[in-house]
RNA sequence: GCGCUCGUAGUAUAGUGGUAAUAUGCUGGCUUCCCAAGUCAGCGUCCCGGGUUCAAUUCCCGGCGGGCGCACCA
């Protein structure tokens, strides 16, 4: 295989390595929409989750999990079987799908469409005697075609596999308002997989028909959106911003400015949704995203989903499929909650603050990480090519191993038995290390290189007589010899820096 | 979903109406071997189903999957 800084040579890397694997499952020909992790992508996945965790308890934000799928009422609740339904025709002769109200819409420009009953629509179409603008044919009766994957449970109840977690996170509101002892904001968050009946999948695990998302919710009152201590905190900090105002005029380079500013020149309207940006971008960030591939870009009216009042997607320039949304910032206001209040006829009017009596329906702030894509984003920004040599720059805690271990040679028991003794000792103080002997020293950091591994350790002749090893540095290549004594002290010292 | 196009070892590709190849990879051996060395031995492939044919990986039809364009993307 050649080897060249081009996104083929990423592409097959991401399958040899074991990363990504589909679509699944492969021996049966492969179902579109759906991926497997390999070893060192779940490797990835899985210390991503552990930073991601441990910075949730920093802010404050508690986990919960909840099922996947749901009954219809709750999605009747919270809106997604009315929305997340499209109605759909297809032409007679051949078979071209299209959204029937947006085509009406298109057609008839000057009646409204939208809240139209299917048979409704049809007889516009008839009496306009409107056909497909491929063939000229007619078309078929309008169906559904749902976004929502619909399944049944016990004795045929009709349920739903979940399309975000958001909304079960939401279902245990008057649990955790007990659990918060009513201090509020109330602060939770919910890791799990979603599906989604994509009509046509595409971009790998960009598009999946199951993936994870990593949703963060808080649940705040009017007057704490508008004063907010976290976000005192945190106002100064800069991020790229491209509101849709600038995005109508055509521009698409960020305005890199302070929340402050975002506020006062009210690009953000609440502090507590400038607050929730910081918290998407320290989190991207966490995983040393390179600045300049960061952006937030604010959705246009008609892009926002129903039950968004603000939306700003945190996107990431890719090599293969340019700026691509990574986490949704919405601002649902109390619409979930009152949607659910209103069909679970219970009362969430709750007190937020020092007076008991004023009650309100508290607001609800969302971030939402779509962790797949997080996962593709970086393997494709920190993939390197230097002189023949595929470098997987990853955040050194990122990496599926963290250190590898090598003998020099491997015909020479004593070093074999030295370096495995190194290997358990690392394992031993928990540090993950990957023992490797098969083929020459110089094929062996190359197969590291290739998976992010940051550091490799050497154990030659000299090993037995002065008890030191060679570390090597992936990025410089650079190797210094240090004493094994206190080698996972080391170890852990540098992947702190 | 529509149109075009493609589907060959783990990966990347070549090729063919008579069941296949190159590179790389992988396994084992030799080599005191610090950046993909050499050497020997070995491993592994024609997406699935149907049709045409004496014979199909190759041609035809259908399916599945990928890429691109359109549509879709709450």
Request: charged share 30%; aromatic share 10%; hydrophobic share 35%.
């Amino acid at each position: 295989m050649k080897i060249e800084n081009s996104i083929e040579t990423f592409n097959s890397l991401v399958k040899r390595r074991g990363f990504i694997w589909g679509p699944s499952p492969e021996i049966y020909g492969g179902f579109a929409g759906f991926y497997s992790y390999g070893p060192a992508g779940m490797a990835l996945k899985n210390n991503i989750l552990e930073l991601f965790r441990q910075e949730c308890r920093y802010f404050g934000f508690g986990e919960v999990e909840c099922p996947t799928i749901m009954p219809s009422i709750v999605w009747e609740a919270s809106g997604h079987l009315e929305r997340f339904i499209d109605p759909v025709m297809r032409c007679n002769k051949c078979n071209t799908l299209y959204r029937a109200d947006k085509f009406l819409q298109e057609n008839l420009p000057d009646l409204m469409i939208d809240g139209l009953s299917f048979e409704e629509m049809e007889k516009l179409i008839n009496k306009h005697e409107l056909t497909c603008p491929k063939c000229g044919n007619n078309f078929q009766k309008i169906e559904e075609y749902n976004l929502m994957l619909k399944t049944s449970v016990g004795n045929n109840v009709t349920a739903y596999l979940r399309p975000e977690t958001a909304t079960t996170t939401y279902l245990l509101f008057n649990r955790l308002d007990q659990d918060a002892r009513r201090q509020y904001p109330i602060k939770i968050y919910q890791f799990g997989k979603a599906y989604r009946n994509e009509i046509s999948p595409r971009q790998g695990v960009l598009r999946m028909r199951s993936f994870d998302q990593f949703e963060l919710q808080m649940f705040i009152s009017r007057e704490q959106e508008m004063e907010f201590v976290d976000y005192e905190e945190v106002k100064l900090n800069k991020l790229p911003l491209l509101d849709w105002k600038m995005q109508e005029k055509g521009i698409d380079k960020t305005n890199l400015i302070s929340l402050d500013k975002a506020i006062k020149d009210k690009i953000l309207k609440k502090p507590a949704y400038a607050f929730c940006l910081y918290v998407a971008h320290y989190l991207i960030k966490v995983l040393s995203i390179p600045e300049e591939l960061i952006r937030f870009r604010q959705h246009s009216l008609n892009e926002r989903a129903h039950y968004a009042d603000d939306a700003w997607d945190l996107e990431i320039k890719t090599r293969q499929f340019g700026w691509i949304e990574i986490c949704g910032i919405h601002d649902r206001t109390d619409y979930d909650l009152r949607r659910h209040a209103e069909y679970s006829k219970q009362n969430f009017e709750i007190s937020m603050g020092a007076d008991p009596n004023i009650k309100e329906v508290p607001q609800v702030l969302e971030i939402a990480f779509g962790i797949d894509r997080i996962i593709y984003t970086l393997l494709e920004t920190t993939f390197n090519v230097e002189e023949g040599r595929i470098i997987l720059k990853l955040n050194p805690n990122l990496a599926p191993n963290t250190v590898a271990v090598f003998p020099l040679v491997r015909n020479k028991e004593n070093i074999r038995k030295f370096a495995l003794k190194i290997h358990r000792e690392l394992l031993e103080n928990r540090i993950g290390s990957f023992y490797d002997a098969a083929g020459s020293i110089g094929k062996r950091y190359r197969r590291q290189d290739e998976l992010g591994t940051k550091w490799c350790i050497t154990i030659d002749y000299e090993s037995l007589d002065d008890n030191c090893i060679t570390l090597r540095d992936r990025d410089s290549m650079e190797q210094i010899r240090i004493n094994i004594s206190n080698l996972s002290e080391i170890i852990k010292k540098k992947q702190r820096e």
